[in-house]
């Protein structure tokens, strides 16, 4: 059996397969959390929509940031209170950490990933390229 098809048409083709957010060059910008230092507590009040905007567990990124930053925290409805007093530039430089880490395919870039349980592991799956990469597991 020859096939008697030409590279054109193979690439066509191919291309046809892929999903649609392959192609797209949207920007990917993280808000910048709103929030304040009221005595020695630091209040985010914009948390949740942070954590909705990476399509991550706010209790994954609380996790992340309780451990950058060596404090303690806990969630009150969609906002954060951080034990310390933390300037908002420091919380955003740790929030991109984040997204570099947990959020953007290693492969693409894109920020269409979803993280995975497998067996013990913690497992990063892209939704544009199919990649899939481990990562760490938060304590």
Not at 28 to 42: C, D, L, M
Not at 110 to 119: A, G, S
Request: charged share 35%; hydrophobic share 30%; proline share 4%.
């Amino acid at each position: 059996m020859a096939w008697n098809y030409k590279y054109d048409e193979l690439l066509k083709r191919a291309r046809k397969q892929l999903p649609d957010s392959v192609f797209k060059s949207e920007r990917f910008k993280v808000p910048r959390i709103k929030g304040s230092v009221q005595g020695n507590h630091t209040i985010v009040n914009n948390f949740k929509q942070v954590a909705d905007y990476v399509r991550r567990d706010p209790q994954h990124l609380l996790k992340f940031l309780v451990g950058e930053l060596a404090t303690q925290a806990r969630l009150k409805g969609s906002r954060a209170d951080f034990t310390g007093r933390f300037s908002s530039r420091e919380i955003n430089k740790k929030i991109n950490d984040y997204v570099e880490e947990f959020v953007k395919c290693r492969e693409c870039g894109k920020p269409d990933t979803k993280l995975v349980k497998q067996d013990r592991l913690t497992v990063m799956t892209c939704m544009a390229c199919s990649s899939k990469k481990p990562v760490r597991s938060l304590k």
